[in-house]
């Protein structure tokens, strides 16, 4: 087996984790998404489930429940409300594991914030705290948007070009 001594936090040889920041009243936060924090998230709710929650979509179901799909195998999503608790509870575990990266980093005592500190001094407006949810949890699972390059040719010619299509649905698992 293997020694990897990069993986141990607290090690001098440990990298130094860049990681973004949030406002929270008048203070600045770190905010980073990692396993660690997939991981509590997936013990209360599918991540699909908190992606939708954290942009404010639901799934379009039929007259029994179940989800529609639409030509491409892709659940058919709709325009929905934004979940504040699991917003709020994805934002804690971010600061949270933030802080107490940056602490292990710093070699510093960790500082821990609860829902209630953070629901009680946030003062962004919703679609904001969406958007910065959005994309730490993007960054840490490695989602770019997907590219779908297609082969064109013009009628009359054997030139091909290639042009690129942006897509982001959710493809049902």
Same mark, same amino acid.
Not at 72 to 80: D, E, S
Not at 144 to 154: A, D, F, G, I, S
């Given at each position: 087996?293997?020694?990897f001594p990069f993986l141990r936090y607290g090690d001098?040889?440990?990298?130094?984790?860049?990681?973004?920041?949030?406002? %929270?009243?008048? @203070?600045?936060?770190?905010?980073? &998404?990692?396993?660690?924090?997939?991981?509590? !998230?997936?013990? /209360?709710?599918?991540?699909?489930?908190?992606?939708?929650?954290?942009?404010?979509?639901?799934?379009?179901?039929?007259?029994?429940?179940?989800?529609?799909?639409?030509?491409?195998?892709?659940?058919?999503?709709?325009?929905?409300?934004?979940?504040?608790?699991?917003?709020?509870?994805?934002?804690?575990?971010?600061?949270?594991?933030?802080?107490? %990266?940056?602490? @292990?980093?710093?070699?510093?005592? &960790?500082?821990?914030?609860?829902?209630?500190? !953070?629901?009680? /001094?946030?003062?962004?407006?919703?679609?904001?705290?969406?958007?910065?949810?959005?994309?730490?949890?993007?960054?840490?699972?490695?989602?770019?948007?997907?590219?779908?390059?297609?082969?064109?040719?013009?009628?009359?010619?054997?030139?091909?070009?290639?042009?690129?299509?942006?897509?982001?649905?959710?493809?049902?698992?």
């Amino acid at each position: 087996m293997k020694n990897f001594p990069f993986l141990r936090y607290g090690d001098q040889n440990m990298r130094k984790i860049e990681m973004n920041t949030v406002m %929270i009243g008048d @203070e600045e936060y770190p905010i980073y &998404c990692d396993l660690y924090v997939l991981d509590r !998230i997936q013990s /209360r709710m599918s991540v699909n489930d908190f992606e939708r929650g954290i942009v404010g979509v639901d799934i379009v179901r039929d007259r029994n429940g179940d989800p529609m799909h639409d030509e491409n195998g892709n659940i058919r999503l709709k325009p929905g409300k934004h979940n504040i608790a699991t917003m709020l509870f994805g934002l804690t575990l971010m600061i949270n594991e933030g802080l107490e %990266i940056r602490s @292990e980093q710093d070699h510093v005592e &960790c500082e821990v914030v609860t829902e209630k500190d !953070i629901a009680r /001094r946030c003062t962004m407006q919703i679609a904001e705290i969406a958007v910065i949810l959005h994309d730490e949890f993007f960054r840490c699972i490695g989602i770019k948007k997907k590219e779908e390059t297609k082969t064109k040719v013009k009628p009359g010619t054997t030139s091909r070009k290639k042009s690129t299509q942006t897509s982001t649905s959710t493809k049902s698992t």
